[in-house]
């Protein structure tokens, strides 16, 4: 079983849609939470990070964090076609750090 | 803003050769870490340091060394390049942390293609 698990998706969602990415984990010992855009042919961009569980807000960005579910969400509202990417979960313990696969994002106008 | 630096955006390589990727961040972090990105395959670490002169292997090091001579600046050599090696290669820094370390600052990655 992987560490981190994450559906490639791709998503394709009209402009001004809710998008909903999801990751679920396994190790209980998880710490630092955290989601990554990707656009094409770029490095990944550090988006939202968080420490504990419940809910984050960065303006159209939300990131919850369910752990005795083993679960975190990234909720996208009013969503643009600059948000076009693709999307990475993270979580670390210690100096380990862990990363999904990758969500691919597609918001059309 | 952190600014993590990679030297190529693009390099095209031959095999056989020794091949150096540089990395250099702005924010006096304490670890640097060095990923290899294929599709499907997702991020997988090839190395990591957590100070000057001191490095881990993470979890693909064969074929590759790095070194970390000063605190800002990390380097990734692929010692004799094979076609199995052409990929996006990411440099990442972070900051330590009292129990965990903080979360990790991406370059911009160098697409190597080897022919």
Same mark, same amino acid.
């Given at each position: 079983?992987?560490?981190?698990?994450?559906?490639?998706?791709?998503?394709?969602?009209p402009e001004g849609a809710i998008v909903s990415l999801n990751c679920t984990y396994s190790n209980s010992a998880f710490q630092y939470f955290m989601w990554y855009r990707q656009y094409s042919r770029k490095g990944p961009e550090l988006l939202m990070y968080t420490y504990s569980s419940g809910n984050k807000e960065d303006g159209r960005f939300t990131a919850q964090v369910d752990k005795s579910s083993k679960y975190i969400s990234l909720?996208?509202?009013?969503?643009?076609?600059?948000?076009?990417a693709t999307y990475l979960c993270a979580m670390n313990t210690g100096n380990q750090f862990y990363f999904g696969t990758g969500t691919s994002l597609t918001v059309i106008p | 803003d952190v600014k993590v630096t990679q030297s190529s955006r693009y390099l095209v390589k031959r095999t056989g050769e020794k091949v150096f990727l540089e990395c250099v961040q702005d924010m006096d972090h304490e670890n640097m870490f060095w990923y290899r990105q294929d599709p499907g395959l997702g991020l997988r670490l090839i190395y990591f340091s957590y100070d000057v002169k001191m490095k881990?292997?993470?979890? *693909?090091? +064969?074929?590759? =060394?790095?070194?970390?001579?000063?605190?800002?600046?990390?380097?990734? *050599?692929? +010692?004799?390049? =094979?076609?199995?090696q052409t990929s996006m290669y990411l440099c990442a820094s972070s900051r330590q942390g009292a129990r965990s370390n903080q979360p990790q600052h991406f370059g911009d990655g160098t697409r190597l293609s080897i022919l």
């Open positions: 079983q992987k560490e981190v698990e994450q559906d490639p998706g791709p998503l394709s969602v909720f996208i509202r009013d969503s643009q076609p600059s948000d076009s | 881990e292997k993470g979890d *693909i090091p +064969e074929g590759y =060394s790095v070194s970390r001579e000063k605190k800002e600046r990390f380097s990734l *050599i692929l +010692e004799s390049a =094979s076609t199995n």
